[in-house]
């Protein structure tokens, strides 16, 4: 049983364009959700978080927007650029032993 | 940021053989690591949680005799794969949490450790 889902395995955007990654999930006990990038070949690095109780949460050109009556967020990037293109794993906690529950991650690829 | 690190970066060894990987909280103190699988085209799966003085928790279909983990001191985790055969062939990364700018809830990983069985 999947508790967190990302649908799209990979996204083709332009640079320059807005890149949106969504993410689903299905426990409604998370109160925290975290966004990681992953190069190949190395250990993923945290990109952006948000809590339960807000809805949308701003870093640069990274921001997380959290619709829990959906049980659906979305990492958007604006604009795109080719430093971007990585996998992305979406995550997601309900506890206080930092355990993250993974999406299947998306792969993000910047044309130029 | 935290830093953790992970030894050795790439290990390849013959089936039957074990091999050992260290995670370190480079810049801080971690009670608790953890230790993920990653295959290719595939999610990070979490394989277990290494406390530190106790035992480690094991997810749901790990072998703990066969990812035999150690957590003997705040800053080091080690990870052993005994006989060690080519389906263990992976992408091993440990994660420690410390306070960043998500605070209570952000991880630190290693770098990962490729591992190949022949």
């Known amino acids: 049983d999947q508790q967190v889902k990302q649908n799209s395995p990979s ?63 979305s990492l958007h990037i604006v604009p795109s650029q080719p430093g971007d293109s990585a996998v992305y794993f979406c995550a997601a906690s309900s506890d206080s032993n930092y355990q993250l529950i993974w999406g299947a991650g998306t792969k993000l690829i910047i044309k130029p | 940021g935290a830093v953790v690190s992970q030894h050795p970066s790439w290990v390849i060894c013959k089936s039957g053989t074990s091999v050992k990987i260290e995670c370190r909280s480079l810049d801080f103190q971690a009670t608790t690591m953890f230790w993920y699988r990653q295959f290719p085209k595939q999610s990070l799966m979490l394989m277990a949680t290494s406390n530190e003085g106790s035992k480690a928790t094991y997810e749901q279909g790990v072998e703990k005799d066969k990812f035999l983990i150690n957590h003997a001191s705040l800053t080091l985790s080690t990870l052993t794969v005994t006989s060690a055969h080519p389906e263990d062939s992976s992408f091993y990364i440990c ?24």
Not at chain 1, 58 to 70: H, I, M, Q
Not at chain 2, 95 to 118: D, K
């Open chain 2, 95 to 118: 994660s420690a949490p410390a306070r960043g700018r998500a605070a209570l809830y952000e991880q630190y990983f290693g770098p990962g450790t490729r591992l190949t069985v022949t």
């Open chain 1, 11 to 73: 996204l083709s955007v332009q640079e320059g364009r807005i890149s949106i990654l969504n993410c689903d999930y299905t426990n409604s006990m998370f109160d925290y959700f975290l966004w990681y990038k992953k190069y190949p070949a190395e250990g993923p690095t945290f990109l952006i978080s948000i809590s339960s109780i807000k809805d949308k949460n701003e870093d640069g050109r990274f921001t997380v927007f959290l619709n829990k009556s959906a049980k659906h967020l």
